[in-house]
T-cell receptor, first 114, second 114 residues
């Protein structure tokens, strides 16, 4: 139980294009989903918290117009990186809460912007 | 602000032996949760163990156990009978009760020597 999927697992795009990453909770309904970014050999950095049916809450320093988050249903949240640039290349991980205090993580998406 | 510190960037252990990973945290809260997550080379974050601060009994999950010292704000992870599949990055994390934001430590890379 508590399985979270992400799609795609890796994506390469050209600078200036937009990329959408999907996060799904497969066997439970998640009222809250989270988006993290992880640089090589570093810890996870929370980008935003997403609650179903409401606007995402972004962490300080995260550009909400660049990283668009939509949480339209209890099982799906999407992160769109708009007008991507090489500095946006990173590993993006989502998680979902089954109970209020425990997060289950997706397998991550590796984004490379050329 | 809550912080989580993992003072051991790297650890290694012989297969079948026991290893302990250290974690300390700083908080003024009384209601909180502590976690250990494992991130193998696949980069999938896997929940290893969870501890509620109000519980005095240390959590255990098969070969994994914690030593939770609330007064000292210490939360170490003991891995018994280490296996090759235990090789991974281990992250200690903290969550205030009722809040949603996980705070991660810097991680400890564990190597298992055959």
């Amino acid at each position: 139980g508590a399985v979270v999927s992400q799609h795609p697992s890796w994506v390469i795009c050209k600078s200036g294009t937009s990329v959408k990453i999907e996060c799904r909770s497969l066997d439970f309904q998640a009222t809250t989903m989270f988006w993290y970014r992880q640089f090589p050999k570093q810890s996870l950095m929370l980008m935003a918290t997403s609650n179903e049916g409401s606007k995402a809450t972004y962490e300080q320093g995260v550009e909400k117009d660049k990283f668009l988050i939509n949480h339209a249903s209890l099982t799906l949240s999407t992160l769109t990186v708009t007008s991507a640039h090489p500095e946006d290349s990173s590993f993006y991980i989502c998680s979902a809460s089954l109970v209020a205090d425990t997060q289950y993580f997706g397998p991550g998406t590796r984004l490379t912007v050329l | 602000a809550q912080t989580v510190t993992q003072s051991q960037p790297e650890m290694s252990v012989q297969e079948a032996e026991t290893v302990t990973l250290s974690c300390t945290y700083d908080t003024s809260e009384s209601d909180y949760y502590l976690f250990w997550y494992k991130q193998p080379p696949s980069r999938q974050m896997i929940l290893v163990i969870r501890q509620e601060a109000y519980k005095q009994q240390n959590a255990t999950e098969n070969r994994f156990s914690v030593n939770f010292q609330k007064a000292a704000k210490s939360f170490s992870l003991k891995i018994s009978d280490s296996q090759l599949g235990d090789a991974a990055m281990y992250f200690c994390a903290y969550l205030v009760g009722g809040a949603q934001k996980l705070v991660f430590g810097q991680g400890t890379r564990l190597t298992i020597n055959p």
